[in-house]
Nanobody, 121 residues
Framework: QVQLVESGGGLAQPGGSLRLSCAASGSVLRINVMGWYRQAPGKQRELVADITPAGSTNYADSVKGRFTISIDNAKKAVYLQMNSLNPEDTAVYYC???????????????WGQGTLVTVSS
């Protein structure tokens, strides 16, 4: 069984920063693309940023220049540094892996449980 375990959410003031972490647990051999999605109340889940094992990144326009995604392949972990936060960033943030390879098998479309980020004064 493979799980993605997130941490780092919480309350931040406008203009503040938070750092999210996500690590895969289980007998993971390799993860393809990892990323962060978010879902605000009453809205659809949207991609925030993703990253390949080689370090190629992709960002939503709304977070470009403010958020930075990074990966640690050895630790099977992905991070999201969020700076210059504003109330529109308030959402549940979900870690995602499109393909997780384990011995003799693989898991597709794996999601973390979500971590709440609230930006408010």
């Amino acid at each position: 069984q493979v799980q993605l375990v997130e941490s780092g959410g919480g309350l931040a003031q406008p203009g503040g920063s938070l750092r999210l972490s996500c690590a895969a647990s289980g007998s993971v051999l390799r993860i393809n693309v990892m990323g962060w999605y978010r879902q605000a109340p009453g809205k659809q889940r949207e991609l925030v940023a993703d990253i390949t094992p080689a370090g190629s990144t992709n960002y939503a326009d709304s977070v470009k220049g403010r958020f930075t995604i990074s990966i640690d392949n050895a630790k099977k972990a992905v991070y999201l540094q969020m700076n210059s936060l504003n109330p529109e960033d308030t959402a549940v943030y979900y870690c995602h892996a499109d393909e997780v390879k384990v011995p003799l098998s693989r898991y597709l479309d794996v999601w973390g449980q979500g971590t709440l980020v609230t930006v408010s004064s």
